[in-house]
């Protein structure tokens, strides 16, 4: 691939052999000296036109481990703020011959339109409730690890799915590898292409939650809700934020997870989110440098391999 926009492209070998990959990753960034020179001589161009913590440190360190010129755009003091499109500055970014080009942005497919105006490989760190396929390929890493595999687990994603391009990649990256996904969550916060996605939907979490592996737990994202209904936080929380009482109904062994950023007493109790004997939440920030490092580096082979492919 020359890009990495989602998760549909991507076949289960390929996604296997990324994880493998993030895995060697995962030794070298726990090792004192945290370097390697697979990215050497590349120049990496971050642009975030969302908010970001992890997604954003995350890239930047991988990119600085794997020795490439890391570039942050700062878009908030760049001349989108003087009416330039998102097109005309990625072409101007292009002019300046970069190798890796990490994009976020609040409006679906905007990644994909970039990725065809330039030369270079582009990362899609989020667009819109499109695509979160890092997200995805780091929350499969800390199951696999976690489970010691990530095949015939039951595995639940709770909340405000309709607006999460993180739920709507896992559905995707965990269905191709032959996972049983449940979604739950209030209707209203459930997407509408729902039928196609072959999971199945509960209102209730206890039901819901019976018996599964992984518990996947999401933030209201307001941000997009567009003026529509958005449920009051205290209601939510007492119908849909995971407590001891909730997560009882989950295997013992069943693994909490979140992609943050996370709002605490309103989709998760901040003692469950605490909790190192069931929350991998930390684990999945160590897996997101990994498995971002892996991306970049089977980029950059394939950029190696074909220096003349077009867009
Ligand atoms: N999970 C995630 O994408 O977090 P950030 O928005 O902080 O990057």
Request: with cysteine.
């Amino acid at each position: 691939h020359k890009h990495l926009l989602g998760i549909e492209s991507l076949r289960p070998d390929e996604i296997t052999t990324l994880l493998d990959l993030a895995d060697q990753y995962v030794d070298l960034n726990r090792r004192d000296v945290k370097h390697s020179d697979a990215l050497a001589g590349l120049t990496q161009i971050n642009m975030f036109f969302e908010n970001s913590t992890r997604t954003q440190a995350s890239f930047e360190l991988a990119g600085k481990r794997l020795g490439a010129d890391v570039m942050n755009m700062a878009m908030q003091a760049s001349s989108i703020k003087k009416g330039e499109t998102l097109i005309d500055t990625a072409m101007t970014l292009n002019a300046m011959h970069p190798d890796l080009l990490v994009v976020r942005h609040p409006h679906s497919g905007a990644v994909d339109l970039l990725a065809q105006k330039v030369n270079c490989a582009v990362l899609n760190a989020g667009d819109g409730r499109h695509e979160h396929p890092t997200q995805a390929l780091l929350d499969a890493l800390t199951i696999r690890r976690a489970k010691g595999r990530l095949h015939r687990l039951n595995i639940a994603i709770c909340g405000d799915i309709a607006h999460s391009r993180v739920a709507r990649s896992n559905i995707i990256l965990l269905g191709k590898m032959e996972n049983r996904i449940r979604l739950i969550g209030p209707p209203t916060l459930m997407p509408s292409e729902i039928s196609a996605f072959g999971v199945e939907v509960y209102e209730d979490m206890e039901q819901g939650l019976k018996d599964v592996d992984v518990v996947m737990m999401l933030r209201l994202q307001k941000e997009r809700m567009d003026g529509g209904f958005i449920p009051s936080e205290r209601e939510y929380y007492h119908r849909y934020g995971l407590d001891a009482d909730k997560l009882a109904h989950a295997k013992d062994d069943a693994i909490v997870m979140h992609p943050g950023p996370m709002n605490r007493g309103v989709e998760i109790d901040g003692e469950i989110a605490d909790d190192i004997n069931r929350s991998v939440i930390q684990e999945q920030v160590e897996m997101g440098v990994a498995v971002r490092m892996a991306a970049m580096d089977l980029l950059a082979q394939n950029l190696r391999a074909n220096p003349t492919v077009e867009v």
